[in-house]
């Protein structure tokens, strides 16, 4: 088949295989080659390594990637694209393809059985819809994955990237650097995708953390915490937290002094550490 990012081979699939694409689904397909190569590099695969693609659309990045990796395995949702993928990328004999939603399968036990039980790369361009339940399930459950290099909204970026003081730096910064390393790769315009979307994308590499930044006595009440605190943006610590975990304010005033934070300071202005630190001196007295 013809160049995977051309308008014409993405007109000619649909009228061969009756595709149509679906917005529910977050489908919106590179027609870049630039851009692939800027995804694909920026994940510095080399010979040995395995990769796990959520979404593979019509195999674009698949394709590309097969080249290098030693296995791509493809997570792609849409049971229309199964026959698409079987032609596009017949190629190659180091690519597997499931059709699974990859929120709903289990991934640890589908990287043990088909990726050799490696610690593969993440590498997708995400669909808008589920973006941050995605990357939130490989971090959250502890899935064994080295980097995750994904195709995101350009704002869900931004958040990701945020340090503290920026005013986009929230809950889900906190989140995602709690357990990784992020930095941009690549900023891409909407006018790269068929259909367009309405919204500019960005590149960004998550670099899996071995242990969590911070040691924490409970992840769950670490981020308990942590959502209280971002939960009133414009309250102080003081009357978000009190608010947010229904706490005596004078308790948690006495905590905030002990762990050297002024209670008049706002939530985003508080470093992961500091939220450890925060989050574990409030667990001994809740
Ligand atoms: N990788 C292709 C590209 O770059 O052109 C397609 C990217 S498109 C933004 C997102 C892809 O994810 C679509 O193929 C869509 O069907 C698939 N998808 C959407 N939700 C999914 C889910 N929950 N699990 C697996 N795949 C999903």
Do not use: C
Request: charged content about 30%; hydrophobic content about 40%; glycine content about 6%.
């Amino acid at each position: 088949m013809k160049k995977l990012t051309s308008v014409s081979t993405i007109r000619y699939i649909m009228e061969k295989y009756g595709f149509n694409f679906s917005k529910s689904l977050g489908q919106n397909f590179l027609t870049s080659d630039h851009v692939v190569n800027e995804i694909v590099s920026g994940s510095e695969l080399s010979e040995g390594d395995y990769v796990l693609e959520v979404g593979p659309g019509i195999g674009v990045m698949t394709y590309e990637m097969a080249k290098i990796a030693k296995k791509v395995l493809a997570v792609e949702i849409d049971s229309s694209l199964i026959p698409v993928l079987n032609e596009t990328l017949e190629e190659y004999d180091n690519i597997e393809i499931i059709n699974q939603d990859v929120l709903k399968v289990d991934i640890q036990s589908e990287i043990k059985q088909r990726l050799d039980g490696s610690r593969p790369k993440v590498v997708a361009n995400l669909p808008y819809y589920v973006t941050t339940p995605i990357i939130m399930k490989f971090l959250e459950e502890d899935i064994k994955v080295s980097d995750i290099i994904v195709m995101i909204q350009k704002e869900v970026a931004d958040r990701i990237n945020a340090e503290p003081g920026n005013k986009t730096y929230g809950a889900l910064s906190v989140a995602v650097q709690f357990f990784s390393e992020p930095s941009i790769i690549a900023k891409v315009p909407k006018t790269v995708f068929m259909p367009q979307p309405k919204v500019d994308s960005t590149v960004i590499r998550l670099k899996v953390l071995d242990e969590p930044r911070v040691k924490v006595e409970d992840r769950k009440y670490f981020f308990k915490v942590v959502r209280a605190a971002f939960g009133k943006r414009r309250k102080t610590l003081l009357n978000a937290l009190s608010s947010g975990l229904g706490m005596e304010k004078s308790i948690i005033e006495q905590v905030l002094l002990d762990t050297g934070i002024d209670p008049k300071r706002r939530g985003e202005t508080l470093s992961i550490e500091e939220f450890g630190e925060l989050s574990n001196n409030l667990w001994k007295v809740k």
